[in-house]
């Protein structure tokens, strides 16, 4: 499983340009411990950084128990490659959401240098956490930078010059930019979702405390994000479903 998911990561990232990720078990182990928590208490949101300890990068995925292979799971992180375009984030979303690819940046940022995952399940869910070191998802920073001559970018016309990079970690941006994921990463439903809608999903990264969610569904099998399919949502009893959050 752990061979898989870095196996996952790294052809990515070699098709991305940039080095390949090596697996930590200290991330691991911290992920798994995130994993067992959400099983537990069927909440879904981003862990709450640690006073005194690095940041670390986080993804997150979930789906119905047993219908997922471990690169199926990377894949959805990775379908978000769509809506990416080259440039310094949080610039870097043709939807103009960050959100929309922020676990694709994470997957690909080029100071990433290690990963750690953690699997659990409950009888409604499996949950995968990825914990990444460094983080991704700098602002003023180039995803594909993996050394500090060019880590920073020039500024893109209009946008500000920081003296020094803002670190965010995928769920503090999420937080901060939006509590809603506008159905962007909506995929076309199972053969047992509800009806198309065009309800908004609800970001659990948004607040990370005991808050529930609404998340858009769609099959972990699809290869690629598309802007005209319709969001559909699928309850929890439905099979072959995956969700992320932002």
């Known amino acids: 499983m752990n061979?898989?998911?870095?196996?996952?990561?790294?052809?990515?990232?070699?098709?991305?340009?940039?080095?390949?990720?090596?697996w930590?078990?200290?991330?691991?182990?911290?992920?798994?411990?995130?994993?067992?928590?959400?099983?537990?208490?069927?909440?879904?949101?981003?862990?709450?950084n640690v006073p005194g300890r690095p940041l670390e990068g986080e993804n997150i995925w979930g789906g119905t128990p047993?219908?997922?292979?471990?690169?199926?799971?990377?894949?959805?992180?990775?379908?978000?490659?769509?809506?990416?375009?080259?440039?310094v984030f949080p610039r870097n979303s043709r939807t103009g959401r960050p959100q929309d690819v922020s676990h694709y940046t994470q997957l690909i940022w080029g100071r990433s240098g290690e990963v750690g995952?953690?699997?659990?399940?409950?009888?409604?869910?499996?949950?995968?956490?990825?914990?990444?070191?460094?983080?991704?998802?700098?602002?003023?920073?180039?995803?594909?930078?993996?050394?500090?001559?060019r880590a920073f970018a020039p500024p893109a016309p209009g946008q500000s010059t920081l003296r020094l990079p803002f670190a965010m970690s995928t769920a503090s941006f999420a937080g901060a930019?939006?509590?809603?994921?506008?159905?962007?990463?909506?995929?076309?439903?199972?053969?047992?979702a509800l009806p198309s809608v065009s309800a908004p999903a609800v970001s659990s990264a948004a607040s990370r405390g005991?808050?529930?969610?609404?998340?858009?569904?769609?099959?972990?099998?699809?290869?690629?994000l598309s802007s005209s399919a319709s969001p559909s949502i699928c309850g929890w009893m439905s099979k072959n479903c995956s969700w992320l959050t932002d």
């Open 3 to 22: 061979d898989r998911l870095l196996d996952s990561h790294n052809r990515e990232r070699a098709l991305a340009g940039v080095p390949a990720l090596r």
């Open 24 to 48: 930590n078990g200290d991330l691991a182990q911290r992920a798994q411990a995130w994993a067992d928590h959400l099983a537990a208490t069927g909440r879904f949101e981003h862990s709450p």
């Open 66 to 87: 047993g219908a997922f292979r471990p690169e199926s799971m990377v894949d959805l992180w990775i379908a978000e490659k769509e809506y990416f375009v080259p440039g």
């Open 117 to 149: 995952c953690g699997l659990a399940q409950s009888d409604r869910e499996e949950i995968l956490v990825c914990r990444y070191s460094e983080p991704g998802n700098v602002r003023g920073r180039d995803p594909f930078a993996h050394d500090w001559q």
């Open 177 to 192: 930019s939006s509590a809603l994921i506008e159905g962007a990463t909506a995929l076309r439903g199972s053969a047992d």
């Open 210 to 224: 005991p808050r529930g969610t609404v998340p858009a569904y769609g099959e972990a099998s699809v290869t690629s």
